[in-house]
């Protein structure tokens, strides 16, 4: 399956969020949707499972009108939506049989899942009584209940520890190796890296970059050294390249006293080499910058992007 969002718009009283908000996504993969907060993920996710309509755009399914209510989806919603003075059992049996599951295939998925996330012992407690963390496995077990095909998660990480964390991480690598299609929105980008081969960053409604995470590394940290040297600090390295190597170097920045260096279109890393050791730099490091998802989202999305 191949999911598409076409130049999605969306205005709220006249105040347009959305300028036309473009990705797709495809079965046995995660798509990371990021952004700041108020950038437009939750309302892009609103539009995909038809919560409201968007005023522009479509999203299609393997090339056809997508309907939310034809397909099975499990989704997370930030806002977390049970029911507090209910017992767990109850209501997850009761939103399981709102989405089409006999009772029997109801009750078995409800045991598998609370087991599965280690809160079989609160089955028949009262949600508000559970601490957070359990509340919101409560939550993934009504997500995860109906098998749904296209899974949602905005945020499944908040509120658990990390021995829960690491119980939610095997979960979510299993639904992507089962060929569902995942869409993850989240803002520790740790979690991202771990699970999305690609990202959409959002910037006040606008996706300011797209595309498969390995490659967007790639072509970020393209012209992009780390260097460090015996001799010199970081401050007087990054002095000495914004000086008498400017020729070679763009710009620097310095980075856990390590000198950042992005080189000018043509300048090859060996022309660099070579200029630091001209300049008797004892090289203890020099090597192709590689950056953290953090980093590409700071420079997209951050104050000054
Ligand atoms: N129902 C609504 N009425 C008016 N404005 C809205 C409504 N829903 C969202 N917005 C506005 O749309 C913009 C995008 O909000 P949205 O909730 O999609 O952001 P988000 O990326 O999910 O943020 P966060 O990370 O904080 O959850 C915000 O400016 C928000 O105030």
Redesign the pocket.
Known sequence: MILEANGLK?S??G?E??HGVSFSISSGKALGLL????????????ILMDV?KANEGSITIDGKPFKASDYKIGYLP?ERGLYPKKRVDEQLLYLAALRGLSKNEAKANLKKWLKRLNIEEYEKRKLDTLSKGNQQKVQLAQTLMCDPDIVIL?EPFSGLDPVNSQVLKEVVMELIQNGKLVIF?S?QMNYVEEFCESIVI?HH?DVVLSGELKQIKKEFGKNRLVISTLNQKAEELKVLCDTNLSNAVKCSEIKNDEVIVELHEGVHKQDMLRMLLDHDMDIEKFMIYEPSLTDIFVAKAGDEA
Request: hydrophobic share 30%.
């Open positions: 969306k709220f009283d105040n969020v959305l952004g700041r907060n108020g950038a437009g993920k939750t309302t892009t996710i609103r409201f930030e905005d929105s803002h959002l409604g």
